[in-house]
């Protein structure tokens, strides 16, 4: 009963993937069709080539005692190039176009989940590994093109020579076409029991390929981390439980696909040894020609060889089912709301810098919440400091207020504008960030400094670098701002952080968040980024998350936070009399470094 329940969940979801492909395909029916039709007319004129080879055939067994009649088998043989040449253009033809249309798909189809990608919120990618999020980018829009590719026109031309050869056999001679499609009809019947069989191997054999991924790309971003607590071998264990996962689909789903070809090749022979039989015995009979025998023998060709063909097409379309139900999967994913209709929009150079947080609530899930009342008003050009232990919800904070994600209940106001109110792309224009983790490109350092600012001038981009201390280092490298950055670590950590700073003050926004900014960097390099962002925080509206205390002492207001809550602020002088959870968490630190 069970297995019958996932038989049928597996076909309604061939069914579903299958209906949704077809819709997105939608655009491309014109050059479908007219590959199809030219596949057809390719197929038919090869059905049509056994008859000719049949009338040469009788004419030279005819022709034995009495001679051979030269100009029929000229005049006969002409007619038949002229088809099989035809026949091959037609599918040169259908194969070109149908090969254009995949590309054209597969690059469509990538362009859609570019865009569905900036659409999506961060909580889809917390629930998802980066790794299988590729996977479906690359491996299964491949295997979905592929699969369109070799299935389509191939699936059609085989029915077409399949139902054209039954026509034309029964045409031919009734008792002959019995033999070959009897002979043959085993063949459907072992081709559908193992298209059955192997469909949940090739959904599997999907997702343990975008599970291997995701786990690839996890230890090897933390290559380093799994050497140093020698975790080698549980990676390694990890990875081969994985990897065994998936060659055991692929090896179950090759094996079932695989028996098709040898077991179809054996019924073609069989077909020819029934109809060499039978075909003897109506001959000696003298009910048919010998060239009857001689056209039979490609007509069984032509039968089975289709059989073969479709069974290959139908596993190429089930792993391309398999692989579009991730795609669209994937596309059908909950998007961010729609903004498109927002009609607020704050200029960045009139932004006074005035931002409010009014009984802001947020969760990640409805079980908990992380932020429970946040109330806040920060003036113009104030420097904010959010200090707090480990979960105390700073950074959630900062998501907050870039809109990273929506809050629960509350407001925000930017300038007594609710971010409710402002688009995405208007918020991020009025911020600048600098994280923790600096984030490069392949390119130049003038094109990692200039980041979609293309209209700044390289002068403007070295008194930058001069500001935040780079400059110098950069010009000691063998092609200076036009050394390419690659991950070979063309520069140390601090010197990256300085990159990032010197990105910012080129994006020139009133609001600036900096990130745990210095906690990766040592005390003589901090000097020079704490230098640096000083300098960047000349003029703005600040907010600064630090561990280390001493780096936020001149802030204007510090916010203890604890559980979601501000428990404490002012400026540093007053909570150090305040003599509560800052004063403690600052003293620690002190003590900490007096040690």
């Known amino acids: 009963m069970h297995n019958n329940r996932n038989s049928s969940q597996k076909a309604k979801d061939f069914k579903k993937s299958m209906k949704e492909l077809t819709i997105y395909c939608k655009p491309y029916f014109i050059p479908i069709i007219i590959s199809l039709i030219l596949s057809i007319i390719s197929s038919i004129l090869s059905i049509i ?57 597969s690059k469509s189809l990538r362009k859609e989940i570019t865009k569905k990608i900036n659409k999506m919120p961060l909580k889809y990618f917390d629930k998802n590994s980066y790794g299988d999020i590729l996977s479906r980018i690359t491996n299964d829009v491949d295997t979905l093109s592929q699969g369109l590719n070799q299935s389509l026109s191939t699936l059609v031309s085989s029915i077409t020579l399949l139902i054209g050869s039954i026509i034309m056999m029964i045409i031919t001679n009734g008792i002959m076409a019995l033999t070959a499609i009897v002979s043959s009809l085993i063949g459907f019947i072992f081709m559908f029991s193992v298209i059955k069989r192997s469909q949940k191997y090739f959904d599997l054999l999907q997702t343990e390929l975008g599970n291997l991924n995701g786990y690839i ?11 140093v607590y020698n975790g080698v071998d549980e990676a390694n264990k990890k990875f081969s439980e994985i990897n065994t ?37 109506l001959t000696m009979n003298d009910i048919i020609s010998f060239g009857v025998i001689v056209a039979f023998m490609i007509y069984i060709r032509l039968f089975t060889q289709p059989l073969s063909r479709i069974a290959q097409s139908f596993s190429s379309l089930q792993s391309c089912a398999a692989a579009s139900e991730r795609v669209f999967e994937f596309l059908a994913e909950e998007e961010m709301n729609n903004e498109s209709n927002f009609k607020n929009n704050l200029i ?40 707090g232990p480990t979960g105390a919800g700073k950074t959630t904070m900062v998501n907050l207020l870039m809109k990273f994600y929506d809050i629960k209940d509350g407001d925000i106001l930017i300038d007594k ?4 109110e402002l688009t995405r792309e208007n918020i991020h224009d009025l911020f600048i960030m600098v994280l923790q983790d600096t984030w490069t490109f392949e390119g130049t350092i003038k094109e990692n400094i200039k980041y979609n600012n ?16 780079l400059h110098h280092y950069i010009k000691a490298l063998p092609n200076g701002y036009d050394t390419i950055l690659t991950d070979n670590d063309t520069l140390s950590s601090g010197q ?40 960047l925080t000349e003029g703005r509206t600040s907010f600064i998350i630090a561990h280390r205390l001493s780096t936020i002492k001149n802030a204007d207001l ?4 604890q559980d979601g809550n501000i428990i404490e602020q002012g400026n540093h002088d007053e909570l150090i009399k305040l003599n509560g959870k800052y004063a403690e968490l600052y003293n620690s630190q002190f003590e900490n470094v007096e040690d």
């Open 558 to 561: 510090i916010l203890m936070m």
């Open 217 to 227: 790309e996890e230890i090897y971003s933390g290559h380093n981390v799994v050497k």
């Open 245 to 281: 996962k998936l060659s055991e689909n692929v090896r179950k789903s090759q094996f079932l696909s695989g028996l098709m070809h040898p077991f179809m090749g054996f019924i073609g022979n069989f077909g020819y040894v029934c109809v060499c039989i039978v075909g003897s015995l």
């Open 49 to 105: 080539g056994p008859d000719k080879l049949k009338e040469i055939t009788d004419v030279i067994t005819n022709g034995i005692l009495t001679g051979i009649n030269l100009n029929e088998i000229k005049r006969i043989s002409i007619i038949l190039l002229i088809i099989y040449i035809c026949s091959a253009i037609f599918g040169y033809i259908d194969e070109f176009i149908m090969a254009t249309v995949t590309n054209k798909f």
């Open 417 to 420: 504008v609710s971010t409710k």
């Open 348 to 387: 960045k150079e009139k932004v006074k810098g005035e931002i409010e947080f009014k009984h802001v609530k947020f969760g990640y899930n409805d079980e908990k919440t992380i932020i429970k009342d946040f109330n806040v008003k920060v003036n113009p050009g104030e420097k904010i400091a959010i200090v």
């Open 496 to 535: 990256k952080q300085l990159l990032t700073i010197a990105r910012g003050m080129i994006k020139d926004a009133p609001f600036l968040i900096l990130d745990e900014a210095t906690s990766s960097v040592d005390t003589r390099t901090e000097e020079l980024v704490q230098k640096a962002m000083d300098k």
């Open 454 to 469: 293309t209209n700044v001038s390289d002068k403007k981009v070295e008194e930058i670098c001069k500001i935040v201390g």
